[in-house]
T-cell receptor
């Protein structure tokens, strides 16, 4: 069954340092996509980065990178040079592939990790 | 910004009454989702839709029903509201029948309180 797990309810990081947010997933589908979203205190959901199961390289978007370890079924988010504005809740999400009858686009999220950046 | 609107944004209702939340999109996206967000649980999928009149249950569907009679609207109904359904509800939309890498876009959320 499709499952996403984020085991860190809360984390602290010093401004300008790097931080890794953990995400593990479970699926039997060979084709899937992994996403990270940011939710600041204002409540909106902001898309950060995407990784496909067949992508050969780890995804990067500015200060965000995704450490994708397929065999371990992990998709950790790395934020480099943390800024005060990075303080937020971060969600990992997964969509299974569009093969055969599973063409439903089902998208599930983990429990989230609250990140606080200290000045 | 993606054209997605949730209504109402806030609602207080009494236990036992039916409640309907509306999600309206102007993007013509195929997939639509309803989630609830509760502290410690993250975002949990209630129901989702992969086309007009095509819907399926998520992980927390008990006590909820949905309908999608046209592409742009996805309605979530709490048939008989209970205090455990007090939550923030998010609607999301997504394109991509072929490409996997299109992200979901979220509405602003609806804060529902059941008293």
């Amino acid at each position: 069954a499709q499952k996403i797990t984020q085991t860190q309810p809360g984390m602290f990081v010093q401004e300008k340092e790097a931080v890794t947010l953990d995400c593990t997933y479970d699926t039997s589908d060979p084709s899937y996509g992994l996403f990270w979203y940011k939710q600041p205190s204002s409540g909106e959901m902001i898309f950060l980065i995407y990784q496909g199961s067949y992508d050969q390289q780890n995804a990067t978007e500015g200060r965000y990178s995704l450490n994708f370890q397929k065999a371990r079924k992990s998709a950790n988010l790395v934020i480099s040079a943390s800024q005060l504005g990075d303080s937020a809740m971060y969600f990992c999400a997964m969509r299974e592939g569009l093969q055969g009858s599973s063409n439903t686009g089902k998208l599930i999220f983990g429990q989230g990790t609250t990140l606080q950046v200290k000045p | 910004d993606a054209g997605i609107t949730q209504s109402p944004r806030h609602k207080v209702t009494e236990t036992g009454t039916p409640v309907t939340l509306r999600c309206h999109q102007t993007e013509n996206h195929r997939y639509m989702y309803w989630y609830r967000q509760d502290p410690g649980h993250g975002l949990r999928l209630i129901h989702y839709s992969y086309g007009v009149k095509d819907t399926d249950k998520g992980e927390v569907s008990d006590g909820y029903s949905v309908s999608r009679s046209k592409t742009e609207d996805f309605l979530l109904t709490l048939e008989s509201a209970t205090s455990s359904q007090t939550s923030v509800y998010f609607c999301a939309i997504s394109e991509s029948e072929i490409m996997m890498n299109t992200e979901a876009f979220f509405g602003q959320g609806t804060r529902l309180t059941v008293v």
